[in-house]
Structure formats: C-alpha cells, structure tokens
C-alpha cells in the first residue's frame, strides 16, 4: 500500500482526522494557496528540488481528505519559486506573492527568509521558514512567523548528547557562512557549546557558495579541535569542506545538517566524510510511516533517496491540522491555532515552543535524528528527544 493511499492524516490530532474524512458533495472545493520560495538552482538546488516533490506529495495526501471548514472544503494547492538563495531574488518573490494576494508562505533559508518577514509581518501573512534567525525571524513583533524545522535550536539536543556519547570531545570549533544564518547558528551553537562544558577554540566563516575551501580548512585545523562544528554551512560547501579539512590532515569528528547525506558524501568522498555526524538527519527510515515515505520517492523517483525529504514532510500537515482547528483561513486567526496545535508526525509529537528563547511559541520542536556516515554510506545512529525546559 502506497502512502498515496494510506490515511496518514490519521497520525494528526483525532478531531483532525475525523472531520476531514467528511466530504460535503453538494460545495465546490476551495482553494488555499501556498507560496514556496525555494532554492531551485544554485548551489542549494538539491534541497530545493527535494522540498518541492516533498510537499507536492504531502499536499496530494492532504487534498485526497481535503479540510474541512463548516460546510465548505478546502484543499493546499502550492506555488513555486526559485528564489536561488538570494536575498535580493527572495524579497522579489515575496513582494510578487503579496501583491497576488497569497497569505501562506513557506521560506527555506535564513538568507531569503529574515528579509522578508517584516513585509509578511505587515501584510499579515502566515510565513513558515525552515531557517535559522532567533530575534530577526522569531520574535514577539512576529507573530505570524514560525519556524517550522529545528535549525540552530538542534545544539540544545545535540551537545549533551555529545558530551555524553564521545566524551574524549572537548575543544570545538566552528564554521559558518558569512550570512544570516552563518552569524546566527554560530552565535548559538558557541553558546550552548560553553554551556555544556566544552572549549570553544575557534570561530571562521565563509562565503557561501566558494569553490576553494581550503583557506578557511586551514585555520580550523591550526585550532586543533576534538570537533568542527559546520553550523549553517548547507549543500556543496559542507562536502568541498570536508575534503579540504581531512586533505590537510584534519582527523577529528564533524558534526553538519541541513543536507541531503547522500549528496553530501559523493561531494566530499567516501573516506573524506567517514565518521561524520549528521545532526537532525534521518539517513535511514525506523517506523513505518517513514518507510512509506522512503517507498513513495523510491517507487517514483528511484535512488538515491534524499534524507532531507523527512524534514519536509510534517509541517504541511501540520498547517492543515492549525486550519482545520481554527476553522478559518484567515491567517492571523490560523496563526494563533498553530500555536497550540500538537501534532504525532513521523519524528514523533511535535509543538510548538522555545517561547523562553524567543519570547512566545513560534519554533517547532520535536525529537532530533542523529545518523553518521559508516562505511562510506550514510546510517542511522540515533534519536535525542528534545530537552526538557527549552
């Protein structure tokens, strides 16, 4: 049985479910529109490439139920954008999105999802980021801003499990782009570093997107850290980084996410990248809701299958699960719906919280996969549940 026609919704909250298996014949369908800005070309282009069939075919298992609002059903229908990962292109395709009236965006990246949220922010729209930005993404001034995957929030999960998984660890370094999300996840990560015992020993950054990798490969290694934490380093760099680090005799560990793991190893190598953490990366399915997933790429796309899809895959219904509750598609009162709605996903439950970081709940947490890669192939290793108090 296909996930297509597996009742998936069913893993949401019961009312969810229930009330969307209702379908009202006699009413025309309604729309709501989801704006996506993604990166579809560029160096990010694979993550991109696997959000957009990720929520195509998220949105086909919701729409088979359709949402349900009084007497009138609703279903997603998504819109695409390549926003490249630049900033200046992501403010274009936001400014296009509200002028065409779209309330629902979803926005990968800190780089194209900070700059704009003060726009959405004043247009009321409902903004998703699977980025990283604290204060300039998730604040009370932006109450209609969710961060919908774990992104430097992971580090409060990550380093106590390894402080007490590989404790010979001590001395950490850091690497980061020269961005939004490179200042942010570096700010964070160094801070919750300290604050689990370890040494901070370094701190680079970098232009995103360089092909030369070694210049910055080179001051980390003269750190002599036990771990280089990568940070918001995503896509090739994270593989040319890798290369350069163990080129120039680098034997430590490596911790990096937000990357398809499989990419990541035919860009650094097999041996390049043996040992390497992966942190929030699911390298291979453990129930079996997550094997559905793996199947339906398999069945239509073949191999590799691209880790990255689970992070994708439960935030759509998770805004179907905040309409269905609201019983609205007004995005302010949707808004205030998401921010109690628990929903059982594939990592398990998920809310939102952080409201002590961030000062209210706006960033979804949940259980965070760790996987490594052993024997040149990416594999699971384990889960964290999400600390307690954060």
Known sequence: MTIARRDLLAIGTAGFAASMGVRVSQAADKTVILGCSIPLSGPAAPTGITTQRTIEHALEVINAKGIQIGPDRYTLVAQFYDNKYIPAEAVTVVEKMIADNV?????????????????????????????????HLTAPQFPYSFRVQPTNETAYAVYPWVKTTYPAVKRVAHMNPSDEAGFTESEDRRMISERNGFTNVGNEYFKRGSTDMYPVATRLVGFTPDLIDFGGTIGRDQGLACKALRELGY????????????????IAGPDAAEGTLLFDTLAEPQTPEQKEIYNWWIGKYGQPFPSYAFLMWDWPFILAAAIQKAQSVDP??????????????????????????????????????MSWIKGGKPTYLATIDWPAGV
């Open 103 to 135: 309330h629902y965006l979803f926005s990968s990246g800190s780089g194209n999802s900070v700059p704009v949220v003060e726009k959405t922010t004043a247009a009321k729209v409902l903004q998703m980021s699977g980025a990283s930005g604290k204060g």
């Open 251 to 266: 034997q430590g560990k490596i911790l990096l996410g937000y990357s398809d793991a499989k990419s990541f190893v035919d």
């Open 332 to 369: 302010v009162v949707v808004a205030e719906a998401m921010r109690t709605t628990v929903y059982h996903g594939i990592f398990g439950e998920e809310r939102f919280g952080m409201k002590s970081v961030y000062g209210l709940d706006s960033s979804l947490t949940r259980q965070i996969p």
